[in-house]
């Protein structure tokens, strides 16, 4: 894991469990994971009890550029387990966020035409006008599915699921098409290109109880999920508005600002409407949510040039009806998603 920070000054927390008692826990700072060490502190349990659990928080001084934290804890029988994490501090290492060693990637699925359901306008048009912008103007990796089955959409995801990260990668996945809520069931789908009318099983229908599990296990730290589908808000269990995050780094520099807010495990997601329809749109033109997007988008998110889930929300709130946003599976607090306008 890679932290960026501005201040030498760095606070530390770990916590560590053992089932044979512990006899000394080292924290040791190197320039890199080969290098020597050049700085140690020996911490040894001070009390029964700790020899089996012990949380420890120290505030440590890093030199600026590259730093590496090395927890060592031995077992009074002299076994070692060990965890490292890399710090990078100052201005050096913070100076262009769109030069930093990350990727973002972006899915697109977009149904316009159904075999068993009434066909759509403008899905497909939405998402090939976003994966424009987010090509053109934030320099993502954009694949698109149209009007796909149910094994694409899973093919597709497993692709996804089987890649490699690195620490301050993201992904986006966009939904465009049909939603549909079974009362009985309390549960919110996406109806596929194949899906029945009049399926009672839901066999035919992707859960979003199932698209929750699977997304979240996409092991890159840093995903976003949008749906411009009925009854997209569903997604979420609570049905409920926790409204996006202002921008709490607004002090900081940009290269700070993107490496903080990807310092946090994200699983965020914002949806165009709750338990309800929502409307497709006139022929040739976005659906509303998608008009208001696409406005985010081309705002660049201002002057900074990053556009951050808060900005988003700005966009879309006022519509009608209200997009609904949270946090599903392993979100940590304080994650956001960030696009950065090349």
């Given amino acids: 894991e890679t932290n960026f920070v501005s201040d030498a000054k760095y606070r530390i927390k770990f916590e560590i469990v053992s089932t044979t008692p512990l006899k000394n826990i080292s924290i040791v700072i190197k320039e890199t994971f080969d290098a020597s060490s050049r700085g140690m502190l020996n911490i040894a349990p001070a009390s029964e009890a700790e020899k089996f659990r012990n949380i420890i928080e120290k505030n440590i001084t890093l030199m600026d550029g590259n730093n590496v934290i090395e927890i060592i804890a031995e077992t009074q029988e002299g076994i070692k387990a060990i965890s490292q994490r890399t710090v990078k501090v100052g201005a050096a290492a913070l100076a262009d966020a769109s030069k930093l060693d990350r990727t973002d990637y972006a899915i697109l699925f977009v149904t316009n035409d159904y075999d068993n359901w009434p066909d759509l306008i403008n899905p497909v048009n939405d998402g090939r006008m976003i994966a424009e912008e987010l090509k053109k103007t934030f320099g993502f990796k954009v694949e698109t599915v149209e009007s796909g089955s149910q094994s694409d959409i899973l093919k597709k995801l497993r692709e996804y699921a089987e890649k490699k990260y690195k620490p301050l990668d993201q992904v986006f996945i966009f939904f465009a098409g049909h939603g549909q809520y079974d009362q009985t069931f309390g549960e919110g789908f996406v109806v596929t290109k194949e899906s029945l009318a009049n399926d009672e099983a839901k066999t035919t229908y992707l859960s979003h109880n199932r698209l929750r599990s699977i997304v979240n296990n996409i092991p890159c730290d840093h995903i976003f999920l949008t749906m411009d589908v009925c009854f997209g808000g569903t997604f979420d269990n609570a ?94 607090a304080g994650s956001d998603f960030i696009f950065i306008a090349k």
């Fill in 239 to 332: 049905v409920a508005h926790r409204g996006m995050e202002d921008d709490v780094y607004r002090e900081a520099s940009q290269g700070e600002m993107v490496t903080r807010k990807l310092t946090y495990k994200t699983r965020r997601y914002l949806t165009s409407g709750g338990k309800e329809y929502v409307p497709d749109g006139r022929p040739g033109m976005n659906s509303p949510f998608a008009r208001k997007f696409l406005d985010a988008m081309r705002s660049k998110g201002g002057k900074d040039g990053i556009l951050t889930l808060g900005e988003i929300n700005t966009f879309v709130e006022n519509l009608k009806p209200q997009p609904r946003s949270g946090e599903f599976g392993d979100n940590a």
